[in-house]
């Protein structure tokens, strides 16, 4: 089985006959029964869930209910969310929120934190500024950079376990849980699908995938690495893993998956909390393997604005946790005990 990592990217907007078409494609798919899969756009995202055995419809459903509730919740561009509660709160009052939002936002700060800020969820005055928000990306001017950089600090933000509350101490500050939600989301999905009674699957969230179990053959499961150099659904290696505790998965950041173009340069989505631009290194991608996926998320991000020498200190710091980085010319380096086969001839593996 070759799952693959299919990201968004800023020229990748599905129209509602695309939308369809994904829809029927995969209602022809269950009902031919080729392919147990079930895919729905969410998160802006393609997201494909694959149950193997008694992949049930009414655990599709399930699934995907779960996923909408935690977009409705989670997401900046959802008014009512908490996350927007939250943000219009700045600078004002604690705001109660759910506890899944809670969970999620706490082990943002967690990584915030060891990250010593190249993650922060407070990015969000940033992604609005540079339009990525609002569908019109354009360059901001240095003073506009310059006013918005003093909101972006995780460590004005309180939260309380107890009351479950959170506060953002200045006004103007925001939450965006990009970098880590549809991570979070992909390990629900898991929890879904076993508590159904389910023991083999695939999450694929627009590239943040979750294996369950073991295929029929109990060889490894093969996971397709997209290509950072081209079209979404290209891969250019080859990753075998093993569900470690029944459980892995597999996240992938890169400077490809939105971006747009001004006079011939082009700007990405991932950004340095720190001179307010996106990130400008020698990688193109990384790709974090580890048991819970919303660890996985939080440190594909975190790792691409590291860069390749601080990132691969942190992934050796953790236990359990391993990377594949992919650079500017084409070389790609793994930790550990990654086994990774390129497909792509273009792209060279160098061992440490
Ligand atoms: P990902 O695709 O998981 O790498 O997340 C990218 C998204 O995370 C962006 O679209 C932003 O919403 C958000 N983001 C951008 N830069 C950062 C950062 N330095 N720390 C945390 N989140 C970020
Ligand atoms: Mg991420």
């Not at 998956?257 to 990384?286: A, K, M, Q, T």
Request: with cysteine.
């Amino acid at each position: 089985m070759l799952c693959g990592i299919m990201k968004q990217c800023a020229s990748f907007k599905p129209s509602p006959q695309v939308q369809f078409f994904f829809l029927l494609f995969s209602l022809l798919l269950s009902c031919a029964q080729i392919e147990p899969s079930k895919t729905e756009f969410v998160f802006g995202t393609v997201c494909t869930i694959t149950l193997y055995d008694q992949g049930k419809d009414s655990v599709y459903r399930d699934v995907f209910a779960r996923l909408r509730e935690i977009e409705n919740y989670m997401s900046v561009n959802i008014s009512a969310s908490d996350v927007s509660r939250i943000n219009a709160a700045a600078g004002i009052e604690p705001i109660q929120v759910r506890e899944d939002v809670f969970t999620v936002i706490e082990r943002a700060l967690f990584y915030a934190q060891l990250t010593d800020g190249a993650f922060d969820p407070t990015v969000q005055p940033l992604v609005s500024l540079w339009g990525f928000s609002d569908d019109k990306p354009h360059v901001p001017s240095q003073p506009e950079i310059r006013e918005v950089l003093p909101l972006i600090n995780a460590q004005n933000v309180e939260i309380n376990r107890q009351t479950r509350a959170v506060f953002l101490k200045e006004r103007g500050m925001a939450l965006d849980l990009g970098g880590i939600a549809k991570g979070y989301a992909a390990d629900e999905a898991a929890q879904v699908i076993k508590n159904a009674g389910i023991n083999r699957a695939i999450i694929d969230l627009g590239g943040d995938i979750v294996i369950l179990g073991e295929p029929k053959d109990k060889r490894p499961w093969r996971v397709g690495i997209q290509n950072p150099n081209s079209n979404p659904g290209i891969f250019f290696g080859v990753l075998e893993i093993t569900a470690k505790d029944g459980q892995q998965s597999v996240v992938t950041s890169g400077a490809y998956e939105r971006f747009f173009e001004e006079d011939g340069i082009r700007y990405h989505h991932i950004f340095s909390p720190f001179s307010g631009e996106p990130i400008i290194n020698d990688l193109l991608s990384v790709t974090v393997i580890a048991p819970i996926a919303m660890d996985a998320d939080a440190l594909s991000t975190a790792v691409f604005v590291m860069g390749y020498e601080k990132g691969k200190q942190l992934i050796d710091s953790l236990p359990g946790t391993e990377a594949i980085f992919v650079f500017n010319n084409k070389s790609v380096r793994t930790t550990g005990s990654v086994d990774f086969t390129i497909t792509d001839n273009s792209y060279h593996l160098i061992h440490n």
